[in-house]
């Protein structure tokens, strides 16, 4: 039996190394084991792409509702009978739904939506609520590291922000507080690409200034989960976040999270989640920080909030709430052969 056919259409390539590609390839993955996939990456907002085969496609998943937006208008006009699914990402949720007219129109003519934390459905009128689901994003479980008997004690307390520099992520918090922490111990790493110049000037500035920050630049997705497992605290200080993949990634490798206090956030950690900071406020960060090196009981209660949350970031859990949306969607459940 020829399995469907679903076309993911994302708004970046493997080589930007952002959410949006790390989302759409492992769903990519993930459905696979159930109907064939085309995984189209787009290198701009244009929406220009070789539509000639569309005729063979049953159904299209499309991230970002104003980047991806000519790209699904296109595809609905070419295949006007085949259900589209829309992921909504932060910048649509929380920018481009109030004042971008295509990022409105995806939204309205999607057949189904998909948010990737529960706090998003409040940012979404009725109608699109109603055909709204929520999936987690998810990330492999990673042993926590344990120091070797060879080496020595413990000497850092090490934090790290994994993000690429641009104004969405406000890396400039965490450079700011790099000037207020004052204890020896703390070692402030910041992992990403400089997409903004001013960001990395700032950036190297900071570096030069204070000692204990370090801007490690871009790495590879596999070697920034190995360097995330080694650290005793993240930060994730974005301004906005549909479902920040980092905070999975954290969260399945042992590692608690200090996060700004935006809806984003909130509906990953959870409403009572203890490591908060007001966003763009870097002497609270860097007061949170602190008090996690410092305080066993304080680090204790982030872990244990964080391990509680684990589940909901599961590879498994995401993968099975995919394929039930696409199953459903497309009438499949039933008359595919499973893959063990």
């Known amino acids: 039996m020829?399995?469907?056919?679903?076309?993911?259409?994302?708004?970046?390539?493997?080589k930007a190394n952002n959410g949006n590609w790390h989302t759409a390839s492992r769903w990519a993955r993930f459905l696979r084991r159930r109907y064939r996939v085309t995984l189209l990456a787009q290198a701009s907002d244009s929406g220009v792409i070789d539509a000639g085969a569309w005729h063979a496609v049953d159904a299209c998943i499309a991230l970002h509702a104003r980047r991806s937006a000519a790209a699904l208008a296109a595809f609905q006009a070419a295949r006007p009978l085949a259900p589209t699914v829309l992921l909504l990402t932060g910048t649509d949720l929380y920018r481009d739904l109030d004042v971008d007219a295509a990022a409105q129109r995806s939204v309205r003519t999607a057949t189904r939506l998909v948010v990737l934390q529960q706090a998003a459905l409040a940012r979404l009128d009725a109608a699109a609520r109603a055909k709204a689901a929520v999936i987690y994003q998810s990330a492999p479980a990673l042993k926590p590291w344990t120091r070797p008997l060879q080496q020595q004690p413990q000497q850092h307390f090490n934090?790290?922000?994994?993000?690429?520099?641009?104004?969405?992520?406000?890396?400039?918090?965490?450079?700011?507080?790099?000037?207020?922490?004052?204890?020896?111990?703390?070692?402030?790493?910041?992992?990403?690409?400089?997409?903004?110049?001013?960001?990395?000037?700032?950036?190297?500035?900071?570096?030069?200034?204070?000692?204990h920050y370090h801007w490690l630049g871009p790495m590879a997705h596999a070697a920034a989960r190995q360097h995330l497992k080694r650290q005793q605290l993240m930060v994730i200080a974005s301004a906005m976040e549909g479902g920040a993949n980092v905070i999975c990634e954290a969260?399945?490798?042992?590692?608690?999270?200090?996060?700004?206090?935006?809806?984003?956030?909130?509906?990953?950690l959870g409403e009572d989640y203890a490591g908060y900071f007001p966003f763009g406020d870097a002497a609270a960060l860097a007061r949170l920080i602190e008090r996690a090196a410092t305080e066993p009981a304080f680090y204790a209660q982030l872990r244990r909030q964080c391990e509680a949350r684990a589940p909901l970031f599961a590879p498994a859990r995401?993968?099975?709430?995919?394929?039930?949306?696409?199953?459903?969607?497309?009438?499949?459940?039933?008359?595919l052969q499973h893959a063990p």
């Open 2 to 14: 020829t399995k469907p056919h679903i076309l993911i259409i994302s708004p970046a390539a493997a």
């Open 251 to 268: 969260v399945t490798s042992g590692v608690p999270v200090a996060a700004s206090d935006i809806d984003g956030n909130r509906g990953m």
């Open 318 to 335: 995401e993968q099975s709430d995919l394929l039930q949306l696409m199953d459903n969607l497309l009438g499949t459940a039933s008359g």
């Open 159 to 211: 934090v790290t922000m994994i993000g690429h520099l641009r104004a969405e992520k406000d890396p400039q918090t965490f450079m700011r507080a790099a000037a207020l922490i004052t204890l020896p111990s703390v070692r402030l790493n910041h992992v990403g690409t400089a997409l903004d110049p001013d960001l990395a000037r700032q950036a190297r500035q900071t570096q030069q200034a204070h000692a």
